[in-house]
C-alpha cells in the first residue's frame, strides 16, 4: 500500500468512525473531538481518554484506550482496519472499550 492510499484508507475510516461515535455521544454521554487526523474520546465518569490515531510510517491506525495500545493493519480482504490479535475491526475494537468503559454493551 502506497502513503496516498494508507492516508486514503485512515481518513475514511476515522471519518466513518467520528460519525458513529457522534451518535454514541448523546445517548451514551461523552464527547468526541476530531483534531489534526486523529480521533479523541473522553468520559467524565469515570474519566478517561481514548486516542485513536493514524500511524503513517507503519501504515497502522493505534488505539490507545483502558491504558493499552491497540494497532491495526488495514485488512484488503476486509476493505478495514483489523487488530491481528483478536481479528476485531476498528469499529468492533472501539465499541468493545467504550463498552467496557461505560460498563454496558454499545452498538
Do not use: C, Y
Not at 488505539?63 to 483478536?86: G, I, M, P, W
Amino acid at each position: 500500500m502506497t502513503d496516498q492510499e494508507f492516508h486514503q484508507k485512515a481518513d475514511d475510516a476515522l471519518a466513518a468512525l467520528d460519525r458513529a461515535l457522534e451518535q454514541a455521544a448523546e445517548e451514551f454521554g461523552f464527547e468526541v473531538d476530531s483534531h489534526a487526523g486523529a480521533l479523541t474520546v473522553e468520559f467524565e465518569d469515570p474519566h478517561a481518554r481514548f486516542v485513536v490515531s493514524p500511524n503513517s510510517p507503519v501504515k497502522q491506525i493505534w488505539v490507545s484506550a483502558l491504558n493499552k495500545s491497540f494497532k491495526l493493519d488495514f485488512d484488503a480482504a476486509q476493505d478495514t482496519f483489523v487488530l491481528r490479535e483478536t481479528g476485531q475491526t476498528l469499529t468492533e475494537l472501539i465499541n468493545s472499550v467504550v463498552g467496557q468503559q461505560l460498563g454496558e454493551s454499545i452498538d
